[in-house]
């Protein structure tokens, strides 16, 4: 089964800061990739699936970029609300693994 | 707007069976354009995919859950089930009921999710 790792697992920046999220997949997946965020308590929300296209209704501070086994979601400037931890998912086969998640925090 | 709801036991016996349904309301379950799947996360960790099927019954499961997963759709109801037999304290879980577009895609509406606890 190909395996979902992403780097970091946690972070802290301020506000406004720009935030850089990588998930790796030990095989190559082309596209088939998709980012969610999961604020506190909440029910996991997609964000940007195909790698890179922005979920409607999704701020535009979000972004994703990527292909293969190497991909990274991008928050431009980062805000109060954006504080969650967020999961890529790959989906071009069975299983469709999650990554570990990476825990974002404003400092 | 699609909504989706899961419902069943809270607590659930250790060796026992798990058995959740999702509630499909503002669309049909017997689209060929969906799929319907499970998803869960323990207590203070990441999320673990489980299996997803069509409502004609073509399913997909975790190998890593295989053995102890059923799943199946009832489309006069619009709902979808989860059995998962054989449970410990290490399947003591929010379970989440989600829907992904046919062929490869992502999972786009997500039900609240319902916590399972596994104990005696």
């Known amino acids: 089964d190909i395996q979902m790792t992403q780097s970091p697992s946690s972070l802290s920046a301020s506000v406004g800061d720009r935030v850089t999220i990588t998930c790796r997949a030990s095989?190559?997946?082309?596209?088939?990739l998709a980012w969610y965020q999961q604020r506190p308590g909440k029910v996991p929300k997609l964000l940007i699936y195909?790698?890179?296209t922005l979920q409607s209704g999704v701020p535009s501070r979000f972004s994703g970029s990527g292909s293969g086994t190497d991909f990274t979601l991008t928050i431009s400037s980062l805000q109060p609300e954006d504080v969650a931890t967020y999961y890529c998912?790959?989906?071009?086969?069975?299983?469709?693994?999650f990554g570990q998640g990476t825990k974002v925090e404003i400092k | 707007q699609l909504q989706l709801q899961e419902s069943g036991p809270g607590l659930v016996k250790p060796s026992e069976t798990l058995s959740l349904t999702c509630t499909v309301s503002?669309?049909?379950?017997?689209?060929?354009?969906?799929?319907w799947g499970w998803i869960r996360q323990p207590p203070g960790k990441g999320l673990e995919w489980i299996a997803s099927?069509?409502?004609?019954?073509?399913?997909y499961y975790n190998p890593s859950l295989k053995s102890r997963v059923t799943i199946s759709v009832d489309t006069s109801k619009n709902q979808f089930s989860l059995k998962l037999s054989s449970v410990t304290a290490a399947d003591t879980a929010v379970y989440y009921c989600?829907?992904?577009?046919?062929?490869?895609?992502?999972?786009?509406?997500w039900g609240q999710g319902t916590l399972v606890t596994v104990s005696s």
């Open positions: 195909a790698a890179s």
């Open positions: 998912q790959k989906y071009n086969t069975a299983p469709r693994t």
């Open positions: 095989q190559g997946i082309s596209n088939y």
């Open positions: 099927m069509s409502y004609s019954g073509s399913t």
């Open positions: 503002g669309g049909s379950i017997s689209s060929s354009t969906y799929y």
């Open positions: 989600a829907r992904r577009p046919s062929g490869p895609g992502p999972y786009d509406y």
